[in-house]
T-cell receptor, first 116, second 112 residues
Framework: EAQVTQNPRYLITVTGKKLTVTCSQN?????MSWYRQDPGLGLRQIYY???????DKGDVPEGYKVSRKEKRNFPLILESPSPNQTSLYFC???????????????FGPGTRLTVT | RKEVEQDPGPFNVPEGATVAFNCTYS??????FFWYRQDCRKEPKLLMS???SGNEDGRFTAQLNRASQYISLLIRDSKLSDSATYLC?????????????FGKGTMLLVSP
């Protein structure tokens, strides 16, 4: 089954304790992305990756890191989480977008993170 | 003007009603347009792409007006299962590629 998986689905942690949210896709997509979703603010892009070893900042990258060592995996790293990073996080993948054209993105089930 | 703007709703409609959602976007260079559906606390899923000539998928009709930078979604004969948040999504050029900008969504509640 074609899918994007994320782990963990739920996480409660404390300020400053490093954490990693994993994301994996089995559709051989070049493009992967992380979003956070907050009430009243909608989905905002954190980081994205066009291919292995190619990553770039989205609209809200502060406090986050990513890596893309393999095509299928795109982990999100919070080196020192803070309460303002409490949010619902989605990983997504899709075909590589062109200069003007974008394609459907497939989303993982989400990770609900609470930082106290 | 915000990049992608939608009426947040909620839209409360009875079963069988026709409901229309509107969306405006600010970047005239945008070329790809989508409607996604998001159920409560779930991931967004593609409902339909929006093409220049307009397109229909069963009870759903999407239209694009490039001159006015406006996108619409019409749902006919609403079902209880249509209750969800509908996200307007627009591409924008970004550093040699295009990325997607998501609207904040319009919530639809269909009641018996």
């Amino acid at each position: 089954e074609a899918q994007v998986t994320q782990n963990p689905r739920y996480l409660i942690t404390v300020t400053g304790k490093k954490l990693t949210v994993t994301c994996s896709q089995n559709m051989n997509h070049e493009y992967m992305s992380w979003y956070r979703q907050d009430p009243g603010l909608g989905l905002r892009q954190i980081y994205y990756s066009m291919n292995v070893e190619v990553t770039d900042k989205g609209d809200v990258p502060e406090g986050y890191k990513v890596s893309r060592k393999e095509k299928r995996n795109f982990p999100l790293i919070l080196e020192s989480p803070s309460p303002n990073q409490t949010s619902l996080y989605f990983c997504a993948s899709g075909a590589l977008p062109g200069l003007l054209v974008s394609y459907e993105q497939y989303f993982g089930p989400g990770t609900r993170l609470t930082v106290t | 003007r915000k990049e992608v703007e939608q009426d947040p709703g909620p839209f409360n409609v009875p079963e069988g009603a026709t409901v229309a959602f509107n969306c405006t976007y600010s970047n005239s260079a945008s070329q790809s347009f989508f409607w996604y559906r998001q159920d409560c606390r779930k991931e967004p899923k593609l409902l339909m792409s929006v093409y220049s000539s307009g397109n229909e998928d069963g009870r759903f009709t999407a239209q694009l007006n490039r001159a006015s930078q406006y996108i619409s979604l019409l749902i006919r004969d609403s079902k209880l299962s249509d209750s969800a948040t509908y996200l307007c999504v627009v591409s924008r050029p970004n550093s040699g590629y295009s990325t997607l900008t998501f609207g904040k969504g319009t919530m639809l509640l269909v009641s018996p």
